[in-house]
């Protein structure tokens, strides 16, 4: 593990849970991680909650790739650095190789990931990137119908219709039979679920046996062991958040642990990746101040315009350590 990946809360997961990250995590061994009910109160829930998801990424999508390109995550730098706007494609790229790198995907000719699916897959640029880099079969799910259609037209533009697919569809309720994925990919989907129990489970479910699965994704900082929620402040900054982004409760990087561990889930690991991404923000308001940026932000509607006007308060959040950014990996025995 490099020294990047000792930052505050692994070191801290290192301290105190760490033989659970090592070995298989039986269900007993998980209630010393100190789970806690997810604690922001939830803005939408339900298919409220996913009518606005799909309706805040048809939106929103165009502006984003306009700007930003066919990656519709942050990128991953190094931290205290300053990011240019000119290098976001790098280090979204770098996120991916991260990310793989994290999980222990091999390269291996017989042993790297052959079928994937991306699930919460954007305009597909992670999916069409996992197919170049392995020759694999990448199926792409995504509640916006808009993203959907234009993920297959990039697709059909860069000649990889023939490996990769893309369809509307709940990750909840994924449309696809047990035990079919190498790799199951979920890269800053996770925060939209309103049941991340559900969501692993599923995920679990489709995965191969010794499939990985890798879960990048925002949440809350974990409580600390006196605490059994988050304080009502931190809610409510959070719920202002949630709201503009069509989140619904968010949970810590420990619940993710945990769920995955009741799940009989193996080699599961975490690391925070909070001052590694929080470069991404500065870079994102200055984009957002250009030319390009304001009319592009103009024409596409009041949601976009609601997600582009909490990004101090993400910043923010991000500066406090209440709002944290993990990657969980981990594997479905074989
Ligand atoms: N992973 C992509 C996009 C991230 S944006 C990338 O990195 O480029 C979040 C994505 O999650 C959107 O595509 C959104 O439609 C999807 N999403 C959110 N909730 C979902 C759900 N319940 N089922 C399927 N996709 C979902």
Same mark, same amino acid.
Do not use: N
């Given at each position: 593990m490099s020294a990047r990946f000792l930052t505050s809360q692994v070191a801290s997961l290192v301290v105190r849970p760490a033989p659970f990250l090592r070995r298989r995590i039986s269900v007993e061994g998980t209630s010393r991680l @100190?789970?806690?009910?997810? =604690?922001?109160?939830? &803005?939408?829930?339900?298919? +409220?909650? %996913?009518? +606005?998801?799909?309706?805040?990424?048809?939106?929103s999508s165009g502006i984003w790739e306009n700007i930003w390109g066919d990656h519709m995550h942050h990128g991953f730098y190094e931290a205290e650095s300053s990011a240019t706007l000119a290098g976001h494609r790098d280090a979204q790229v770098r996120m991916v190789e991260e990310a793989l790198r994290f999980a222990g995907? @091999?390269? !291996?000719?017989?042993? %790297? &990931?052959?079928?994937?699916? !991306?699930?919460?897959?954007?305009?597909?640029?992670?999916?069409?990137? /996992?197919? %170049?880099?392995?020759?694999a079969?990448?199926?792409?799910?995504?509640? @916006?119908?808009?993203?959907?259609k234009r993920a297959q037209d990039l697709t059909m533009a860069a000649e990889l219709a023939d490996k990769?697919?893309?369809?509307?569809?709940?990750? /909840?309720?994924?449309?696809?039979?047990?035990?079919q994925f190498d790799l199951v990919w979920s890269m800053e989907s996770g925060e939209h679920m309103p049941d991340k129990e559900k969501f692993v489970r599923e995920m679990a479910r489709v995965a191969a046996p010794g499939g990985i699965i890798i879960i990048v994704t925002w949440g809350h900082r974990d409580l600390l062991p006196s605490e059994e929620e988050l304080k009502p402040d931190e809610i409510n900054f959070l719920n202002k958040i949630c709201k503009a982004y069509y989140l619904p409760k968010l949970c810590s990087?420990?619940?993710?642990?945990?769920?995955?561990? @009741?799940? /009989?889930?193996? !080699?599961?690991?975490?690391?925070d990746w909070s001052d590694n991404v929080y470069p991404f923000w500065p870079a994102f308001i200055k984009s957002a101040l250009t030319w390009n940026g304001l009319t592009s932000l103009l024409r596409s509607g009041? %949601? =976009?315009?609601?997600g582009a006007l909490v990004v101090p308060l993400m910043m923010k959040g991000f500066k406090k350590g209440l709002i944290k950014y993990t990657i969980i990996t981990c594997r479905k025995p074989e």
């Open positions: @100190s789970f806690r009910p997810m =604690a922001a109160a939830a &803005p939408a829930s339900g298919d +409220g909650l %996913k009518k +606005g998801i799909a309706e805040f990424y048809d939106e995907v @091999s390269d !291996d000719p017989l042993k %790297k &990931p052959m079928r994937i699916v !991306d699930v919460g897959c954007g305009i597909g640029g992670s999916s069409r990137y /996992l197919a %170049k880099k392995y020759g079969q990448v199926q792409g799910i995504t509640l @916006s119908p808009v993203q959907a990769v697919s893309f369809q509307v569809a709940d990750a /909840l309720e994924q449309p696809f039979p047990d035990g990087a420990a619940d993710y642990v945990h769920i995955a561990g @009741s799940l /009989l889930l193996q !080699d599961i690991k975490i690391a009041w %949601k =976009a315009i609601k």
